[in-house]
């Protein structure tokens, strides 16, 4: 499947550091996170504890000026978590490829939401891309290759009725 590009929101402003650029073709994961930080309310001196660091550690840990610490992967989550911020995310979603989609969730039901299950089928397409794609890339599809294309196939046209019957159940006058 391929990639869309979306650049990245502008970051607020912060009055006391100015936001460094995020590189419009690396979505650069450290500047990201450094404008995370920079951006909320109090900086690293309020995220630190609240994802269990010391402000300074966490401070160090986002500089692009300080090499001797990086950001872990799982405190990227918890500061994505904690603030709300999304750049982080989307930064990576960038580097990988591809681009983030927030879909509304239903805490009730998370399956029953149209945009949910939108999400759903574009997986599985990707899914179906994936498989086709590595099948034929030497112009010859073994019988295996063609169990999965089908099987990818099979949960696509699954996951397309499945929005089609919610898109259905959401339309005014159409439940009868």
């Given at each position: 499947?391929?990639?869309?590009?979306?650049?990245?929101?502008?970051?607020?402003?912060?009055?006391?550091?100015?936001?460094?650029?995020?590189?419009?073709?690396?979505?650069?994961?450290?500047?990201?996170?450094?404008?995370?930080?920079?951006?909320?309310?109090?900086?690293?001196?309020?995220?630190?504890?609240?994802?269990?660091?010391?402000?300074?550690?966490?401070?160090?840990?986002?500089?692009?000026?300080?090499?001797?610490?990086?950001?872990?992967?799982?405190?990227?989550?918890?500061?994505?978590?904690?603030?709300?911020?999304?750049?982080?995310?989307?930064?990576?979603?960038?580097?990988?490829?591809?681009?983030f989609q927030p879909l509304p969730?239903?805490?009730?039901?998370?399956?029953?939401?149209?945009?949910?299950?939108?999400?759903?089928?574009?997986?599985?397409?990707?899914?179906?891309?994936?498989?086709?794609?590595?099948?034929?890339?030497?112009?010859?599809?073994?019988?295996?290759?063609?169990?999965?294309?089908?099987?990818?196939?099979?949960?696509?046209?699954?996951?397309?009725?499945?929005?089609?019957?919610?898109?259905?159940?959401?339309?005014?006058?159409?439940?009868?």
């Amino acid at each position: 499947m391929g990639s869309i590009f979306v650049p990245l929101a502008a970051p607020r402003h912060n009055k006391r550091r100015r936001p460094l650029p995020l590189h419009p073709m690396t979505h650069d994961l450290q500047a990201a996170a450094f404008n995370l930080v920079a951006d909320y309310p109090g900086g690293a001196t309020v995220l630190g504890p609240l994802i269990g660091k010391a402000a300074s550690t966490l401070s160090h840990e986002v500089d692009l000026r300080y090499t001797g610490a990086k950001l872990g992967l799982h405190d990227a989550g918890k500061l994505t978590q904690v603030s709300g911020d999304l750049r982080i995310v989307r930064a990576f979603c960038a580097l990988a490829g591809g681009r983030f989609q927030p879909l509304p969730a239903d805490p009730a039901n998370p399956h029953a939401h149209p945009l949910a299950a939108l999400g759903s089928m574009a997986h599985e397409f990707a899914e179906l891309v994936s498989e086709a794609g590595a099948a034929l890339a030497d112009g010859q599809v073994t019988p295996n290759e063609l169990q999965r294309i089908q099987r990818e196939a099979g949960g696509l046209l699954g996951a397309l009725n499945h929005l089609l019957a919610l898109c259905h159940d959401a339309c005014p006058g159409s439940r009868a």
